[in-house]
């Protein structure tokens, strides 16, 4: 079933963006052009980038390549919005102002056509994984984030890959409950916004989780270099209507 032609709003999140994985940005730009763009909203929900070490790499040509078809989007009408992500939760205004979006702090609640949806990365509820929430704690303090900025930039990615690779042996060493979203994380949530529909990421996990009168749509990330293939995003149309989409604009529900 094709997608609406005019959606009120589109959800993506963990693409992952870097020039290594050239397939999967070209991708993503086409669902700009093509799909976006016939959007009023766009809401990135963290992960774009596989890692962002600051504003003053904004500069970087993959980066501006991204950069600017999101400034784009943004000059033919669609507003568009970001919740950072647990990879690159260091962007700040200077790449708001490049690109010509909103950062947003979460959770976000919006109304849109009706519905009343709470947005969130979905890292914050993976309150079962101490070690990494220690660490969230941390890197997301605004003295840890000063201090680190004053870096210089190649420092900063060298510790980043690091922290990357460390990150990966990690995984390794955790079980799967462990890194998902906890139930009573995601009850708070819905009590603490007021709504009864989420939208969320980070857990490479796409699915439509329903119980009772509450909703919560997992989107899926992206990674078209190499198998399995896979991608999508979330839309709700002018009926207020929420939707999964695969990658290839399939209707998933």
Not at 24 to 36: C, G, P, W, Y
Not at 75 to 100: C, E, K
Not at 123 to 136: G, K, L, N, Q, V
Request: hydrophobic share 45%; net charge negative; glycine share 8%.
């Amino acid at each position: 079933m094709p997608m609406p032609e005019r959606a009120r709003a589109l959800f993506v999140s963990d693409l992952h963006l870097q020039a290594s994985h050239p397939v999967t940005a070209a991708t993503f730009l086409r669902f700009l052009s093509e799909r976006a763009a016939a959007a009023q909203q766009l809401y990135l929900l963290g992960d774009l980038f596989e890692y962002w070490a600051g504003d003053d790499d904004i500069a970087d040509p993959f980066h501006h390549q991204i950069i600017s078809a999101l400034r784009a989007l943004s000059d033919a009408g669609v507003a568009v919005f970001w919740i950072a992500g647990n990879r690159d939760f260091l962007v700040g205004q200077g790449f708001a102002d490049a690109a010509g979006l909103t950062l947003l702090q979460e959770p976000h609640v919006i109304d849109v056509a009706g519905q009343r949806i709470a947005l969130v990365h979905g890292d914050a509820e993976c309150t079962d994984d101490s070690a990494y929430m220690a660490f969230r704690a941390q890197v997301r303090e605004p003295a840890w984030q000063q201090q680190f900025l004053a870096m210089p930039l190649a420092q900063r990615k060298n510790i980043i890959a690091g922290l990357r690779e460390g990150s990966r042996e990690a995984h390794t060493m955790k079980s799967d409950a462990i890194m998902d979203v906890t139930p009573s994380a995601i009850a708070a949530l819905h009590a603490a916004t007021g709504t009864d529909t989420l939208i969320h990421g980070h857990t490479h996990r796409p699915a439509l989780h329903i119980d009772g009168t509450r909703r919560r749509f997992v989107l899926p990330d992206w990674e078209l270099d190499a198998p399995p293939e896979r991608g999508g995003w979330i839309a709700v149309d002018n009926t207020g209507s929420i939707r999964r989409y695969d990658v290839q604009g399939n209707a998933l529900d």
